[in-house]
């Protein structure tokens, strides 16, 4: 054990934890039987607020879990441990002819950080979340017993566990079902809109026929300006060498370096360089999914007082009006960020009981820590948000009020049955009092 500080990808604290690396997953039940303290499974830290945190208890860091158990080339059904990353995977079934069918915007997660937030990615209308194509989980929970849950074994362990927020037991080893890919390349197209009411044209006629859909917005345009963005699986074969990873941000500036004057040029500069870009083209998956794995430690150009990002979604038959206010919410403020996301969620259940995917659309923003006018910026976007009975994402969250999170799972009672005595949570204590 160690004792050092961590922080999740906000960058908003450093508190001290425990740190106990797994390495031996038969060894795992042992030690969290014989463990001191309520501790927290930790994989590659990149939640945005605190549901990976466990400020002053212990961290179970997991990433030495990372090993592949098997893998069967004829039906693509892979079994690895929960510490494996979702870019090693992609790495090795890509060429073999195989893919994940669910990533979010970053490849450099855990499996089981991917199932414990039940990430979704650019294709929910067509394949929902992660927690959609996973068969098994193997859980080890701190009294020492193993849990071995699925859709259809110990269901209601396993929707517990889909997008639990790493709540209800350590995972060790999982199943994925995994879909067919002729390569790793897209057939894209680039589309700037002006406004709302083109983007959800754009998103609504795009469901049928292409498989990602999402769009960056200018999140300081009150008209809604944006470029969509859509692709499809491609049937090229050759696989490049993968991308080269740039320098990013080296160190820690001053101060942020987002703020009014650099929003607002960047986002002109943004929004003209791809309409001038616009139309067809074919993309490697790495960029088009995850645009910002190839700068470094990106997170630092927010500064000392780290960044928040607010990632809601509210149902799709108010959507236009919610997203429209909250826009002009943030116009006003003269905060936001540059890479702003809006797209839309499928009329599609989610696997967990506390997974954020529902239908809708779904706006991501991240915010400079201002302190005070940062948190009464976010008592109007919430305010928007529960008017329209929508929620954030536990993920992305560090603030979130407890009646705005009971309000907005209502699986959360249920849930409850399920925690784990022995694992607790920054989040947990906060939202759900242990």
Known sequence: MTTMPVSSWGRLAQPLHHIVALRDATAVPDLLRTGQGAGLAFGMGRSYGDVCLNDGGTLWKTTGLDRFVSFDEQSGLLVCEAGALVRDIQRLVIPRGWILPVTPGTQLITVGGAIANDVHGKNHHVLGSFGDHVKRIRLVRTDGSIIDCGPSEHAEWFAATVGGLGLTGVMTEVQIQLRRTSGPWLDTETIPYAGLDEFFTLADGSESGWEHTVSWIDCL????????????????????????????????????????????????????????????????????????????????????????????????????????????????????????????????????????????????????????????????????????????????????????FQAGYPGLEEFSKFRDAGISSALSRRLMGS
């Open 221 to 404: 345009d009150r008209s809604g300006r944006g470029v969509f963005m859509r692709g499809n699986p491609a049937t090229r074969t050759d696989i490049p060498a993968p991308a080269k990873v740039g320098a990013g941000m080296p160190v820690v500036p001053p101060v942020s370096l987002v703020n009014g004057p650099s929003l607002r040029a960047f986002n002109t500069l943004y929004f003209n360089l791809k309409k001038h870009r616009a139309g067809r083209q074919q993309a490697h998956y790495e960029p088009f999914f995850y645009p910002l794995d190839n700068v470094p430690n990106w997170n630092r150009m927010y500064g000392p007082k780290g960044f928040f990002q607010y990632q809601s979604v509210v149902p799709r038959d108010v959507a236009r009006d919610a997203v429209q206010a909250m826009l002009e919410v943030v116009s006003r403020s003269g905060s936001g960020s540059f890479l702003a996301v809006l797209k839309t969620f499928g009329d599609r259940e989610s696997p967990g009981l506390l997974s954020f995917p529902r239908p809708g659309a779904t706006l991501a923003l991240d915010f400079p820590n201002k302190g005070e006018p940062t948190h009464k910026l976010f008592a109007q976007l919430d305010a928007i948000v529960m008017e329209a009975k929508g929620r954030l994402y536990p993920a992305k969250d560090a603030r979130m009020p407890q009646a705005m």
